[in-house]
Each structure stands twice: as C-alpha cells, then as structure tokens.
C-alpha cells in the first residue's frame, strides 16, 4: 500500500510579497482572487489538514477545502523576527542572519532553529508512512521544503536551494519506510494530482 500526501502551498500574503519572515498575517487580495481561481481543480483526497496559521487555513477555505488544523505542520517559528523585514533583520543583525542561513542548528531569533523544524516534519512524515491514503496538506513553503529535503534524504543546508511558489503543489508517495518526490512546483491542474 502507498500513502501520498500532496502538500498545497498557501496563496500569498504582503509578507510573503516584501519578503518578510511570516507573522500569522491574511493572504492579500491576490492571494484569494488567485486561490479562488483554482477552487475547481484540487484534487480528490482521503483527508485534508492545513497548518493552524490564518494563512493556510484561508487558503484551504478559499479553495473549498474543509480541513483539520495540524500543529505539526505549522510554519517555522521564527521569534523575535517574526513580521519583520528579511532586509532590515540583515542589516541589524547581519552576524545573526549568516549565523542562521549556514547553521541549520542556529536560532538567533530566539524561535525554533531550522534542524528542530525539519525534525518536526520528518516526524509527521514518519507518522503517515502507515496510514495508505491520499492526503492533502495546505502549509508553508518551508513545511514543504522540509518534507522534500526528508524525502530525498538530502542535507539540512539544502533547504536554502528548494524554491516554493504559492499555491504550488508537491506531491511525496511513501512505502514501507520511505518518502519519494514525485514532482514538486506543479499546479493543482497537473494530471500528477488526480
């Protein structure tokens, strides 16, 4: 038996348009006109979860999605730079930044550091190998690249180098004790998801 999970990326939000670290803020007006559009084409699925923030959860709603709110699959917890600017946190904190984007296990913000996060993923991945069914998770960019950089087993460093769009899907087929990508950065139109 094979579980699947195909993972939807929430629509966009201003953060995600200024390039800030997330704060629990709404999608923008793009963001809905851009989720509505798809509402016709998500696929058929056995559950459907979404990570607990506003983002996701309007996401899922705006898609016509009925999910159950996973904590597991909530975004980083990026702490006292939360909301902020990644520019300006840069030129604050540039020791810090350098410290975090090359140490997966640096938390200078005081929140959860990237080795914690992905551990966090791996665990939920690990939890639905067992479970044989289509899943559909509405989260984060970097719930998402976590869960790819776990299903390809490649380092925590490379999760710097794994683009995520909104309202992108990625799709992981699991067996036995393994995740596999089948695809990554497609539309919720592509035959994959069906």
């Known amino acids: 038996m094979t579980a699947r999970v195909i993972f939807i990326c929430h629509a966009s939000t201003d953060a995600v348009r200024q390039s800030a670290f997330p704060a629990d803020e709404p999608l923008d007006s793009i963001g809905k006109r851009e989720a509505a559009a798809l509402a016709g084409s998500v696929p058929h699925a056995d559950q459907i979860r979404s990570s607990p923030e506003l983002r996701a959860r309007q996401t899922a709603r705006v898609l016509g999605l009925n999910a159950a709110v996973e ?28 410290a975090w984007l090359r140490d997966p296990a640096a938390a200078p913000h005081g929140g ?83």
């Not at 909530?74 to 930044?97: L, T």
């Not at 992905?118 to 991945?125: G, I, P, S």
């Open 71 to 98: 904590p597991a699959l909530r975004d980083c917890d990026y702490g006292s730079w939360s909301g902020q600017n990644f520019d300006d946190i840069s030129a604050k904190e540039p020791d810090a930044v350098a």
């Open 112 to 194: 959860e550091s990237l080795r914690a996060f992905m551990q966090r993923v791996a665990t939920w991945l690990a939890g639905e190998l067992s479970q044989h069914r289509r899943s559909i998770v509405v989260t984060h960019a970097a719930v998402i690249r976590a869960a790819i950089i776990h299903a390809i087993e490649a380092t925590p460093q490379s999760f710097w180098r794994i683009d995520v769009a909104p309202l992108s899907c990625t799709l992981l087929s699991g067996s036995e004790s393994r995740w596999n990508l089948v695809s990554s950065g497609c539309s919720m139109s592509d035959d994959k998801h069906k």
